[in-house]
């Protein structure tokens, strides 16, 4: 189960991210991560500091949201583990993502 929470701000929108980040809560955190991010102009603070487990699929849209310039916020040695894999693979252009979005072309 994942928890997903919006806590919109004055300038900035944190998203609250506690439990697992797996299976279908990934597509749930992709719709959620859709209608946040096209409603802002500045980044959006993804917080990571709840997540327990990120599967590869959650890992790829991790990725995603990355790229379209979402901030993580991840304290845990899973996630940070994560985040910085991400952002090397960002700077370099090598992450692959395994999304099923990506094969339909989003």
């Known amino acids: 189960m994942l928890k997903i929470t919006i806590h919109p701000k004055a300038g900035a929108t944190r998203l609250g991210l506690e439990g697992r980040l797996a299976g279908p809560w990934v597509d749930e955190l992709d719709r959620c991560w859709s209608g946040v991010a096209g409603t802002q102009q500045s980044p959006v603070l993804v917080d990571l500091s709840g997540v327990t487990f990120?599967?590869?699929d959650g890992k790829a849209l991790l990725a995603k949201m990355w790229q379209q310039g979402a901030k993580f916020h991840a304290v845990g040695?899973?996630?940070r583990c994560?985040?910085?894999?991400?952002?090397?693979?960002?700077?370099?252009?090598?992450?692959?993502?395994s999304r099923k979005d990506k094969r339909k072309g989003s």
């Not at 090397?88 to 692959?96: D, I, L, N």
């Open 54 to 56: 990120i599967d590869p």
């Open 77 to 79: 040695c899973l996630t």
């Open 82 to 97: 994560i985040v910085d894999e991400i952002a090397k693979a960002g700077c370099s252009g090598s992450f692959h993502s």
